[in-house]
């Protein structure tokens, strides 16, 4: 019976929609059973009563019929996320719009949502008059790095009796990256790197300096005294001296991600803690014109190559997003990639929650390939773990490197508590006008 009814169900769905992308399904089955039972009593037992009971119920299913095929042709929903970047500590928001275009009202319209931000609800009950739309913003605080999804959803109504359901099913996914924040007040100073005079950074600067390392075309914003005028006659087009900046050394970000040694969870762990530090770093050394580049050896090795700019704030800030401290490589073995990778003249900012010493002889050869060391021990007994970070501190200077040790709770105030990145704040005056006192994007 369950199976036949399923047949059946399947086949007045196609036949009631066509091509539409809505859905119509039913949603109770027993007035069809009363149907079927009330023509039998009215062919097999003429009266009134059935005759007017068959003709009352035979009317109710038609017009719930016709009001869900009318929603289902002018039905549909949008979303839109208002800010395309959140950190933790920030508000997602989203803009909803519920669009009635039928000449029937929608007196329920149900939200059906399958992001899996933490925190972020998103299902909601609205409804929406004939000819009408209806808008809302739906919004939640960040509270957990990572990387997620907003969608996919659906919107379901139907008639005043309950008898069909109607259905949009919306399969677009929207991938969001939810970054760290960026603490402030750290006391803790950067590298100064092992330039040697002759290096080179790769990053050509917009300054003059002493050192022209060639040229490229003219923009509508180089002065004009930076014009190279021999090659321009010579190409018959304007081109410009292009500098190279002096080499201060580029910083390594190097985060111990082996699981093994972490402790803690969720905003107290040390997985956290190091990736606010790693966080609050490469911003103080970007605005400090540094390379920054960042190294977490994970189960998803998370490897970003030093560079300038905002564009690298992002990168690194991604990175620290979806980092996860699972990985099964030691520090030690960490350092031998980094040495690969790294650039004689950088330094290395080294953050582990680790006591053992085993990985010291690897920090000397990083020295002995020119790489500059400071370490960064987070305190294994306030963390709630044992072993002693202070001693490891010991054994580190007497090697001759600088090295310090963060305890739970050190690390400041985020910077997103002062500046509120992710929306807006406004303020109407005494005649109606909205007036905006804080930007997003605003310092």
Same mark, same amino acid.
């Given at each position: ?309 905002? /564009? ?26 980094? /040495? ?104």
């Amino acid at each position: 019976m369950s199976v036949r009814w399923a047949r059946w169900s399947g086949w007045l769905q196609r036949t009631l929609l066509g091509d539409s992308e809505a859905r119509i399904a039913l949603r109770l089955r027993l007035p069809f059973l009363w149907l079927v039972a009330l023509l039998l009593a009215a062919l097999l037992l003429p009266d009134r009563i059935w005759t007017t009971l068959l003709v009352g119920l035979a009317g109710l299913l038609l017009v719930g019929f016709v009001w869900a095929r009318t929603l289902a042709r002018g039905l549909a929903a949008a979303r839109q996320l208002r800010f395309g970047w959140v950190s933790v500590g920030d508000r997602l928001e989203e803009e909803f719009v519920l669009t009635n275009r039928s000449g029937l009202p929608a007196l329920w319209v149900e939200i059906r949502d399958e992001t899996n931000v933490p925190g972020y609800q998103v299902g909601a009950v609205r409804a929406v008059g004939s000819d009408d739309t209806a808008r809302w913003r739906q919004s939640s605080v960040c509270n957990r790095r990572g990387q997620y999804h907003l969608g996919p959803w659906a919107i379901e109504s139907g008639d005043p009796f309950g008898l069909f359901r109607v259905s949009r099913r919306y399969d677009a996914r929207q991938e969001i990256i939810i970054h760290p924040p960026i603490h402030t007040s750290l006391p803790i100073p950067l590298p100064p790197g092992r330039s040697d005079g002759r290096a080179r950074t790769r990053e050509r600067n917009w300054q003059a300096a002493s050192n022209a390392a060639g040229v490229r075309e003219y923009h509508s914003l180089d002065p004009y005294h930076w014009i190279h005028w021999p090659t321009s006659a010579r190409r018959d087009s304007l081109y410009v001296r292009q500098f190279e900046r002096d080499a201060a050394g580029d910083i390594w970000l190097v985060l111990d991600a082996q699981a093994a040694v972490q402790l803690g969870e969720g905003p107290a762990g040390t997985e956290e803690q190091a990736v606010l530090l790693a966080a609050a770093l490469a911003a103080r050394a970007l605005n400090e014109t540094r390379g920054v580049g960042l190294a977490a050896f994970a189960r998803q090795p998370q490897l970003v190559p030093p560079a300038l700019g905002a /564009g690298q704030q992002w990168n690194v800030l991604r990175a620290l997003a979806l980092l996860r401290a699972d990985g099964e490589i030691d520090l030690g073995r960490a350092l031998q990639e980094l /040495g690969d990778v790294a650039r004689r003249g950088s330094a290395a900012i080294i953050i582990t929650p680790t006591a053992d010493a085993a990985w010291l002889p690897q920090l000397a050869q990083l020295s002995r390939r020119g790489l500059e060391s400071h370490v960064l021990l987070l305190d294994r007994p306030s963390f709630g773990g044992e072993g002693s970070s202070e001693a490891l501190r010991a054994a580190i200077a007497l090697l001759g490197y600088r090295c310090q040790v963060v305890r739970r709770g050190e690390i400041g105030r985020p910077l997103i508590e002062e500046e509120h990145h992710g929306f807006w704040e406004f303020k109407v005056t005494g005649t109606g006008r909205a007036v905006a006192v804080r930007r997003p994007f605003e310092r």
